[in-house]
C-alpha cells in the first residue's frame, strides 16, 4: 500500500502544479496517536481523520522549499469512515491524504469562510476525479 499512496500523493502534487521534487510527509497513526497530537497542537481532545502542518508558512518558511509539509492519518477513523459509507478504505485513505495535502498547500475550510470552503471542495472534487480516472484507486 506504501507504494500505491505515493502514487496518489505524486498525482495530487503534479494536479496541483507542483514539480516532480516536492515532498510531503506523510504518517499513518491510529486514534490513540493523533488525538494526542490534535490535543498539543490543536487544543482538539478528540481523534480526528486528518491532520496537516504546512512547512511553507510562518517564520521558517522558505528554508527546504521542495517541503510542502507533513500530513497525518489516523487508520481507525479512516477505516471507520469508510465502512459507514460503503466505500474501500483505500479510496478513503486517498481522499484524506488529498485534503492534507490541500491544507498545506493554503486551501481551508474551517477558517476562512464559506467562499473558500467550496473553493476546497471545487479543488476536492476536481482532483479526486482526477485520480480515480488515473486508475489509482482500482484494486489490483
Do not use: W
Request: contains cysteine; proline residues 4%; hydrophobic residues 35%.
Amino acid at each position: 500500500m506504501p507504494s500505491r499512496l505515493r502514487k496518489v500523493a505524486q498525482k495530487i502534487l503534479k494536479d496541483l502544479g507542483y514539480p516532480d521534487h516536492t515532498e510531503v510527509s506523510l504518517s499513518i497513526v491510529g486514534d490513540r496517536t493523533i488525538r494526542i497530537i490534535n490535543r498539543e497542537y490543536l487544543n482538539k481532545d478528540r481523534p480526528t481523520n486528518v491532520i496537516s502542518f504546512a512547512l511553507q508558512e510562518g517564520d521558517f518558511c522558505g528554508i527546504t522549499p521542495s517541503a510542502l509539509g507533513d500530513v497525518i492519518i489516523s487508520a481507525d477513523t479512516a477505516r471507520r469512515e469508510a465502512d459507514e459509507a460503503g466505500i474501500p478504505f483505500f479510496e478513503r485513505l486517498s481522499f484524506l491524504l488529498m485534503h492534507g495535502i490541500l491544507h498545506i498547500c493554503g486551501y481551508d475550510h474551517e477558517r476562512c469562510g464559506e467562499a473558500e470552503a467550496k473553493k476546497m471542495q471545487k479543488k476536492e472534487k476536481e482532483i479526486f476525479n482526477s485520480i480515480r480516472k488515473a486508475g489509482l484507486l482500482d484494486i489490483s
